[in-house]
């Protein structure tokens, strides 16, 4: 693309790409470019890209462009070897830099048209060689009616919430590149704290979102989100439900933005019609009007309703044709219009509505779906199937020897799905209509008559094991955050989890169970050093045991109580603190502070009836403030007396709508907010004037508040600022030196290291004492004074009394659960 960097330079100084790390300016970007697109320099060649919404990909995709190339851009991570035999890319451009595969010398170049510079793949990941040919003119005009009809300002500042080998994903880079506006890379998800910290810093202006993301952001609690910036938010990739349009445009009615809905396809460069924000609520049921340059007309077709036929679209953005070979890359335009596959009608208000499809695509994910590719695909594995689409998901019919999970997998990964978006039913015969046609209709009722997959129940049965659920409850699109999971579970199900997926993703915890089976590796022996284990669980394993062995003078080592209130902290901002709606985060806070409290009360009144070892304030969980100072039990329960206030205090704060906006839009400022909080309290700058136990109790918050921020911090000036306080804090705060050094060594790990790997052995073992923490915590003064002046026996007889008590509990939970199901399932029968 002749003269693309002399177009970026004109931009000067504005803002052209911000990450995590870096920010550029146009002038920058162009600088950068242009050096890459000298050392591509040479002969016009095709560049395989694997691309990453990063800032080397963008750089080496404008690069590749401004040298002359054609390329292709791929989805990193996923093989594709049908392309690489079908059109033997002359260079590759992944993580690792620049690989030419074939000779820039003069004379070595193979036949490429002067106009094609882009092409896209047609089908999602199925595996398909088919390609779309664009050509300059074809990105540029379709960027330019973007630009026009969103009325995009050199101001605005678009998040790259689509990949860029998509061509939605594309055409927002484009479109912004070509006003001079600014991008916000980064390959985050919706879903994580990061991605808003991000976009909130940059102060982005525009979403774009396939259905799925909309999904994500009902899940985070968009709508009560503080984003003070935000201009519009896109949707195309699929249809999204017209309620769903509706509530988005009357939300972005209320909250100041507009919301478009768009139409369009890889072969259109990406769009063919908007529907204008104003009529997003009257009309949610329309794709709108045909973009800037281009027009509709309608084709009647057989069995359809007088008005209603196939859509055909015409404008310059109208892809130059397909590519099923190498040798189709040297031919010219054949297309002057594109033969949609959709039947439309066109209403009174000259809006188009789509109403059913002539051709066998689906759209979900954001990818488009060729059935009929999809089909030869399974042929060629064995499997004679029929497929069809069926609302959110895939519905496959097959006859033969494989198993229906078996069959899932391997459409899911031949259509880049996740496998719960799949459902395989195996049948004696593929069904057909009367005239001996493949009967869709059957498959899709076959398929909803089905139940849940078997291997989607192992997995989510894990789940609603460890939450104590109705396993009906625990559905595909819901994570272990929705599910109510808190840090006492999160022990227990991350070690299943690890030992049933073969790995544990570091964001496990906000991620769909069903994206979490499509990353279940196959089983293989596993070496001795093979396990991962979260930081935070081996320090509360570490801390509980250093606890127990103190008490009971195995040996002195203190601190550990210290670095658990830090977990708790961590965790907090984890579990509690997440990107739900705020109801939903205030049910998860009670949720924790009962999951603490109420084992503690239940345990003190039972020691309260048989002992004289506890006092009336122990049981409301006060007596380091209410007294009496004296008591025998004053240090023993300080550590959940100062959780339980610490969380009861947080939940009042959090109720506040104001609160919860100012946490939601900058988390670690908050997080950071607190902790000087509990610096003040630490250094008594506010002058309570609390006497000692009760100051006792003040002055540990700032422990949790450093916990707290680690959970949020997300750079790395982020983490190093958490570990300063934590030295200045540390200094002076306890007597011992070791102490010091301990605790420091413990919440630093939590700070800058998130997991680690141990042998198997050690993970399971760590998983028990880490989960059975606080049931040890409360029973070990009584445990190991069983075995007086035998401190060894008396330790692990307390360590395995809570690992008993914890799986006894656990147990019941379940028993009351399946009881509670038996009871529902029998009423309904009635």
Same mark, same amino acid.
């Given at each position: 693309m002749n003269g693309l960097v002399e177009g970026l330079s004109r931009h000067g100084e504005r803002l052209a790409v911000a990450t995590r790390t870096e920010q550029l300016s146009y002038l920058d970007l162009a600088a950068r470019v242009a050096a890459?697109?000298?050392?591509?320099?040479?002969?016009?060649?095709?560049?395989?890209?694997?691309?990453?919404n990063d800032l080397h990909t963008l750089v080496h995709y404008l690069g590749a462009l401004a040298a002359g190339h054609v390329v292709l851009p791929m989805p990193a991570g996923r093989p594709y070897p049908e392309i690489i035999a079908t059109y033997a890319p002359d260079v590759v451009i992944d993580g690792d830099g620049i690989r030419e595969i074939r000779s820039a010398a003069p004379g070595s170049a193979r036949p490429l048209h002067p106009d094609l510079v882009l092409l896209l793949s047609t089908s999602g990941s199925t595996g398909s060689p088919k390609l779309v040919r664009l050509s300059a003119h074809n990105v540029l005009a379709n960027a330019r009616a973007i630009a026009e009809y969103l009325e995009l300002r050199d101001t605005d500042r678009a998040a790259t919430t689509l990949p860029m080998s998509y061509c939605y994903g594309l055409s927002v880079i484009h479109s912004h590149l070509l006003v001079g506006a600014g991008l916000i890379l980064t390959d985050t998800s919706v879903v994580d704290d990061e991605f808003w910290e991000l976009f909130r810093r940059h102060r982005g202006t525009s979403l774009a979102g396939v259905p799925y993301t909309f999904d994500l952001l009902d899940r985070v609690g968009f709508a009560d989100m503080d984003l003070p910036d935000l201009r519009y938010l896109t949707q195309a990739g699929g249809r999204l439900a017209p309620e769903r349009v509706r509530?988005?445009?009357?939300?972005?009615?209320?909250?100041?933005w507009r919301f478009f809905v768009m139409y369009g396809a890889t072969e259109a460069t990406a769009r063919m019609a908007y529907l204008p924000s104003e009529l997003a609520r009257s009309r949610p049921d329309a794709i709108g009007r045909p973009i800037p340059g281009g027009s509709f007309r309608i084709d009647p077709v057989e069995g359809w309703d007088d008005g209603s036929g196939e859509l055909v679209y015409q404008g310059p953005n109208v892809m130059m044709g397909y590519a099923q070979d190498r040798a189709d890359l040297a031919r010219g335009s054949a297309l002057t219009e594109l033969r949609t596959?959709?039947?439309?009608?066109?209403?009174?208000?000259?809006?188009?509505?789509?109403?059913?499809?002539?051709?066998?695509?689906?759209?979900?994910?954001?990818?488009?779906?060729? +059935?009929?590719?999809?089909?030869?695909?399974?042929?060629?594995?064995?499997?004679?199937a029929m497929c069809t689409g069926d609302g959110d998901r895939i519905a496959v019919a097959y006859s033969g020897a494989p198993g229906e999970s078996e069959v899932s997998r391997a459409a899911a990964d031949v259509a880049g799905l996740p496998p719960a978006a799949v459902t395989a039913v195996r049948v004696a015969a593929l069904p057909r209509t009367a005239s001996n046609k493949p009967d869709y209709q059957a498959v899709r009722e076959l398929a909803r008559r089905k139940p849940a997959p078997t291997e989607r129940a192992d997995?989510?049965?894990?789940?609603?094991?460890?939450?104590?659920?109705?396993?009906?409850?625990?559905?595909?699109?819901?994570?272990?955050?929705?599910?109510?999971?808190?840090?006492?579970?999160?022990?227990?199900?991350?070690?299943?989890?690890?030992?049933?997926?073969?790995?544990?993703?570091?964001?496990?915890?906000?991620?769909?169970?069903?994206?979490l089976e499509s990353t279940a590796q196959p089983t293989r022996r596993r070496s001795w050093w093979a396990s991962t284990m979260e930081t935070s669980v081996a320090l509360r394993a570490a801390a509980i045991v250093l606890i127990v062995g103190s008490h009971a003078e195995l040996f002195e080592v203190w601190g550990g109580a210290h670095v658990l209130l830090g977990v708790a902290g961590y965790n907090f901002g984890r579990f509690c603190l997440?990107?739900?709606?705020?109801?939903?985060?205030?049910?998860?806070?009670r949720s924790t502070i009962a999951?603490?409290?109420?084992?503690?009360?239940?345990?003190?009144?039972l020691m309260l009836a048989l002992t004289d070892e506890y006092h009336p304030t122990n049981l409301v969980l006060l007596q380091k403030i209410l007294g009496p100072d004296g008591s025998m039990t004053a240090g023993r329960l300080w550590f959940v007396e100062a959780l339980v206030w610490i969380l009861v205090a947080l939940a009042v704060v959090f109720w506040w709508p104001v609160a919860d906006r100012a946490e939601r839009r900058r988390p670690f400022?908050?997080?950071?907010?607190?902790?000087?909080?509990?610096?003040?309290?630490?250094?008594?700058?506010?002058?309570?004037?609390?006497?000692?136990?009760?100051?006792?109790?003040?002055?540990?918050?700032?422990?949790?508040?450093?916990?707290?921020?680690?959970?949020?911090?997300?750079?790395?000036?982020?983490?190093?600022?958490?570990?300063?306080?934590?030295?200045?804090?540390?200094?002076?705060?306890?007597?011992?030196?070791?102490?010091?050094?301990?605790?420091?060594?413990?919440?630093?790990?939590?700070?800058?290291?998130?997991?680690?790997?141990?042998?198997?052995?050690?993970?399971?073992?760590?998983?028990? +004492?880490?989960?059975?923490?606080?049931?040890?915590?409360?029973?070990?003064?009584?445990?190991?004074?069983?075995?007086?002046?035998?401190?060894?026996?008396?330790?692990?007889?307390?360590?395995?009394?809570?690992?008993?008590?914890?799986?006894?509990?656990?147990?019941?939970?379940?028993?009351?659960?399946?009881?509670?199901?038996?009871?529902?399932?029998?009423?309904?029968?009635?």
């Open positions: 890459v697109a000298t050392q591509l320099a040479g002969v016009r060649r095709l560049v395989l890209l694997e691309t990453h509530a988005y445009a009357e939300l972005g009615e209320r909250s100041g596959g959709d039947i439309a009608r066109r209403g009174a208000d000259g809006l188009y509505e789509v109403i059913g499809r002539a051709s066998r695509f689906v759209k979900m994910y954001g990818l488009r779906i060729d +059935l009929q590719q999809l089909e030869a695909q399974l042929r060629g594995r064995g499997v004679t997995l989510r049965g894990v789940f609603a094991e460890a939450l104590h659920l109705d396993p009906r409850d625990v559905t595909g699109d819901r994570s272990f955050v929705d599910l109510g999971g808190n840090s006492l579970s999160y022990v227990a199900l991350s070690v299943r989890l690890e030992r049933a997926l073969g790995h544990l993703p570091p964001d496990w915890h906000r991620r769909p169970i069903a994206d997440t990107p739900l709606p705020r109801r939903d985060r205030i049910r998860h806070l999951w603490i409290a109420v084992p503690s009360i239940l345990w003190i009144a400022l908050v997080a950071m907010a607190f902790l000087a909080l509990g610096m003040a309290l630490r250094y008594d700058v506010l002058g309570l004037g609390l006497g000692y136990q009760a100051m006792f109790t003040v002055l540990t918050f700032w422990f949790f508040a450093a916990g707290w921020a680690a959970a949020k911090a997300s750079a790395g000036w982020q983490h190093a600022l958490v570990t300063a306080v934590l030295a200045i804090g540390l200094y002076g705060y306890f007597d011992q030196t070791y102490r010091t050094v301990l605790v420091f060594a413990g919440l630093t790990l939590l700070i800058w290291l998130p997991a680690i790997r141990c042998p198997a052995g050690v993970s399971m073992l760590a998983g028990w +004492l880490a989960e059975a923490s606080l049931f040890t915590y409360l029973t070990h003064y009584q445990v190991y004074a069983l075995f007086d002046g035998h401190p060894l026996p008396g330790v692990l007889a307390s360590l395995v009394v809570g690992i008993l008590l914890t799986k006894a509990v656990s147990l019941l939970r379940n028993r009351v659960s399946r009881d509670e199901q038996t009871a529902d399932a029998a009423t309904a029968s009635r």
